[in-house]
């Protein structure tokens, strides 16, 4: 049996701090399961299929990935998937208390579910998709901290709201 991880967040766009979350992971886990949770109450920029998409084409043909959207909770995807390990990035002290908060009350949920933490490397522990969203709309290069695709995106995104 394959030792699985998921890593489950917005993803909105995805940034070189996932993939390098990812990378880490890989060299732990066999599979890395990315779950882009679909929360309907949380405003995103792109679509959960947008975000699925450029995953797909970040990680096409890497049979180590496994890309998948949920709208519910995490520890019932952990259930449907059959695994208990969740993967979780820390950038600083700052996201401690959040995920402090989350991990608790998954394993509250479901006691089998744990979660693991890997830092990035330090060029991309100020990274976040929202700096990067901001960043970008306000005309600043931001190609060095996201994929060529995401890139793509944002480009797209930004050209059809400015036509608005
Ligand atoms: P969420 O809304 O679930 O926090 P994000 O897409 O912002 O979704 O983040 C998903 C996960 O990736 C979180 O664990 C977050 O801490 C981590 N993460 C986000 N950006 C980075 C980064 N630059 N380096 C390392 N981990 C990151």
């Given at each position: ?83 208990n ?25 479901k006691p089998a579910v744990k ?50």
């Amino acid at each position: 049996m394959k030792n699985k991880v998921i890593y489950p967040g917005s993803f909105d766009p995805p940034t070189n701090g996932h993939l390098d979350v990812i990378d880490r992971a890989l060299t732990v886990f066999d599979k890395v399961i990315i779950c882009i949770i679909v929360n309907p109450s949380k405003k995103t920029l792109f679509s959960a299929d947008e975000r699925k998409n450029m995953f797909n084409k970040i990680y096409s043909g890497d049979d180590r990935i496994e890309i998948t959207s949920y709208s519910g909770l995490l520890v019932d995807f952990a259930t449907e998937k059959r695994v208990n390990t969740v993967l979780r990035g820390l950038r600083a002290v700052s996201d401690f208390e959040y995920e402090f908060q989350m991990a608790l009350m998954n394993m509250k949920l479901k006691p089998a579910v744990k979660t693991v933490y890997l830092m990035p490397s330090p060029e991309y522990t100020y990274l976040s998709s929202s700096l990067i969203k901001e960043v970008y709309s306000l005309g600043g290069d931001v190609r060095s901290f996201i994929p060529e695709v995401v890139e793509k995106y944002l480009h797209r995104k930004l050209a059809k709201k400015r036509k608005r």
